[in-house]
């Protein structure tokens, strides 16, 4: 589990550093760049370290684990080595004070003789407890939960795509002239292919659904058709234009992210 951990820190770090010079670049008013970086942070937070940075030196997660491993083991261990000192502080106390001054001393004080000379607890009594949870157990744990989070983030995701579709299904329709409308403008262009048109009959936001060649151009009908001819032109260029970025590739991007960090 140490390798995880490094990883985890390492991946965390370059991250940081990636970030940082998005937000710069967003500061001089670069917003190509700084979506560009932006992107580049969502894909490191699902890549393996291509660089290797030194974080032990720094973090010793390795000797961390060992030591408290070492001292969980060891903390199990006590109680019986304890026990087994108990008969020689017997024998000690015998040789330095007589057995009935060491039992009234004991009894007067509510302990056994063995556990009033030697400080441990008699053979056969309970054992102090002690934590024994070993921090590669935590981890294992926390994996588990890690994991059985991100699988309940990909169902709502999957839950939520469903009923879309199936809103999709009773609420959307193809319309001809909107359609060719859409053709035209993605060739003045330069699209060599655009997304097919659905016009939904309800309230909601223009959206390209899907990725690649099977997007499809969510418009609500009830806006486009009150709005001028140059007004709706520039609402379906808005969308074309996240079309022929492949914007759709990176909010893919950013659910992967969103299951695996949620």
């Known amino acids: 589990m140490t390798w995880l951990v490094v990883v985890g820190l ?8 990636l970030a940082a010079s998005a937000l710069l670049a967003a500061w001089l008013r670069r917003p190509a760049l700084a979506h560009l970086i932006w992107v580049l ?13 030194p974080v032990e ?23 019986i080595s304890a026990a087994r000192r108990v008969p020689e502080a017997l024998e000690a106390l015998r040789k330095t004070t007589s057995a009935g001054s060491a039992d009234g001393l004991a009894v007067q004080a509510g302990r056994s003789p063995a556990r009033a000379s030697a400080g441990v607890w008699p053979v ?24 059985t989070g991100s699988i309940a983030a990909l169902g709502g995701l999957g839950r939520r795509a469903w009923r879309f579709r199936a809103f999709l299904r009773s609420a959307a329709h193809r319309d001809e002239r909107f359609a060719h409308q859409v053709a035209r ?5 330069g699209l060599k292919s655009s997304p097919k048109l659905l016009l939904v009959e309800s309230v909601v936001s223009p ?16 806006l486009v058709r009150r709005l001028d001819a140059k007004t709706c032109d520039a609402l379906i260029l808005h969308e074309l234009a996240h079309y022929a970025r492949g914007d759709g590739w990176v909010r893919l991007l950013e659910l992967a992210v969103r299951v695996v960090y949620w």
């Open 10 to 17: 390492t991946n965390a770090l370059l991250a940081s550093v």
């Open 41 to 53: 942070v969502l894909a490191k937070l699902l890549t393996p370290p291509l660089v290797k940075v």
């Open 57 to 79: 030196p720094w973090i010793p997660v390795g000797r961390w684990l060992d030591a408290a491993t070492s001292s969980a083991a060891e903390a199990a261990a006590s109680p």
């Open 124 to 147: 056969g009594s309970p054992a102090r407890p002690r934590s024994t949870i070993s921090p590669r157990a935590c981890l294992l744990a926390a994996a588990l939960v890690w994991l």
């Open 185 to 189: 403008l993605a060739r003045s262009v």
């Open 207 to 222: 959206m390209l659904w899907g990725v690649g060649r099977g997007s499809r151009l969510l418009l609500p009908g009830p």
